[in-house]
């Protein structure tokens, strides 16, 4: 079953407010995808849209690419929850940073055909003034997909005609007449598209935005392998792909140098004279080795593949810890089944304060703590104790990575658990 329409909701407003409340409630179902339409009057401000009250919340994703703004006149903002939590009856409110009138709240609510999810696939905005109001080119990478716009005009004059996504008729149109005009539609696609969202209004300055969702199956984030070393040069172990998250820690007698191209993740850590650091990089393509982690005196990497390369991290934990028992801290995955959970230590040995590398990994099941913990259901917690033997110092990385089932670093992800 392809992704399907189910509902909608709207509210509409001329008076100057803070919040704005849908006029009817939504029945929506685990995993289903909401997509809200957002205008006001005035200068930009920030938005938010949630369950009026109560949980579960809800709440929406706006993305900068996603809103659309003539300075100090008219605004428009798309966004969207991607697997939303199962409420009978959702009531659903946009909160502005500032009291703002002539504003709208449009949600319409999808549901992803068995054994997928949907993501966030592609967008584009517009402005102008004029009777044909368009966004740019949309071209969408999925066959199973929907295309919701929006506009919103600074005249109060007559309402919207031919709203349509790539040239065809919109599948749904709410036309918010009686107000500044403001219009959403929407397009279900059973192939890709290259085209644009359009709309005629009467003659006035415009905004508009379109934003493309597609059904995927869910890749959930995977184990590459691991490699470690007692040099300043990191290198990746066997079979690593462009677009691999690679988890790094490094100790040494003092703080290693992260070089370029890393994101360091936490702070510093010190334990008997000796320090660690925690980064990570997604892979690259002509990456070989990474030298230049000054200070470091061993190193662990742990790669793995299916993570959004632009936000990889949802949360995370570094920690120095000293003998053989580790306590991981519990860490919540994304609502969005599908992350993985891992863990990966440096450790050092007491006895000849040596650093030593080790890997510990392990594909397990639901009754397991600790290890890589691959497809995850939504909102999993992960935690446990590790057993660090034969070291007695150890500096363990704990943190949530998302999966690729986010869409453009966002959607389904994947625990993983620190780097040894």
């Not at 890749?219 to 790094?248: E, N, Y």
């Not at 980064?279 to 061993?298: F, H, K, L």
């Not at 110092?393 to 869409?407: D, E, F, K, Q």
Request: net charge negative; aromatic share 8%.
């Amino acid at each position: 079953m392809a992704l399907a329409y189910v509902s909608e909701a709207q509210g509409s407003t001329d008076s100057s407010v803070t919040t704005l409340d849908c006029t009817s409630s939504l029945n929506v179902a685990d995993g289903d995808l909401l997509v809200a339409v957002v205008t006001w009057e005035g200068n930009d401000t920030t938005v938010g849209v949630a369950k009026n009250s109560g949980s579960p919340a809800n709440a929406f994703t706006f993305n900068v690419a996603d809103k659309i703004a003539q300075t100090g006149n008219i605004n428009l903002a798309i966004g969207y929850v991607l697997a939303a939590a199962a409420d009978s009856s959702a009531t659903f409110r946009v909160t502005f940073g500032a009291a703002r009138g002539y504003c709208s709240l449009w949600v319409a609510q999808y549901r992803p055909g068995t054994g997928t999810i949907a993501v966030r696939d592609t967008g584009s905005t517009g402005s102008g003034s004029g009777t044909s109001a368009a966004t740019g080119t949309i071209a969408t990478t999925g066959t199973d997909a929907v295309v919701v716009a929006g506009v919103k005009t600074d005249t109060g004059a007559s309402s919207v005609s031919n709203a349509r996504i790539n040239s065809v008729a919109a599948d749904h149109t709410w036309d918010g007449t009686g107000l500044a005009v403001e219009a959403a539609w929407d397009r279900i696609l059973s192939a890709a598209m290259s085209g644009t969202a359009s709309v005629t209004i009467p003659s006035a300055n415009w905004v508009i935005c379109g934003v493309a969702f597609k059904a995927i199956t869910p890749a959930d984030v995977s184990f590459v392998g691991t490699s470690s070393g007692l040099t300043t040069t990191v290198s990746a172990p066997a079979g690593i792909q462009t677009g691999d998250l690679m988890l790094v820690t490094a100790v040494g007698p003092a703080v290693p140098t992260i070089p370029g191209g890393w994101t360091q993740i936490g702070t510093s850590k010190s334990g008997g004279g000796w320090y660690g650091i925690a980064a990570y990089r997604i892979r690259r393509s002509g990456d070989s080795t990474y030298s230049g982690w000054t200070n470091a005196a061993g190193w662990t990497l742990g790669a793995y593949r299916n993570v959004t390369t632009g936000d990889p991290l949802v949360a995370s934990d570094f920690s120095f810890y000293s003998g053989t028992s580790i306590p991981l801290p519990s860490l919540t995955a994304s609502p969005i089944a599908g992350d993985g959970a891992v863990y990966n230590i440096t450790g050092l040995g007491s006895s000849t304060y040596t650093v030593t590398t080790y890997a510990e990994e392990l594909d397990t099941g639901a009754s397991q703590t600790v290890g890589d913990r691959l497809g995850l259901t939504a909102n999993q917690s992960t935690s446990g104790t590790v057993t660090a033997s034969p070291t007695d110092s150890s500096w363990v990385l704990h943190v949530i990575a998302r999966s690729t089932n986010t869409g453009g670093g966002g959607g389904g992800r994947k625990w993983l658990l620190g780097a040894h």
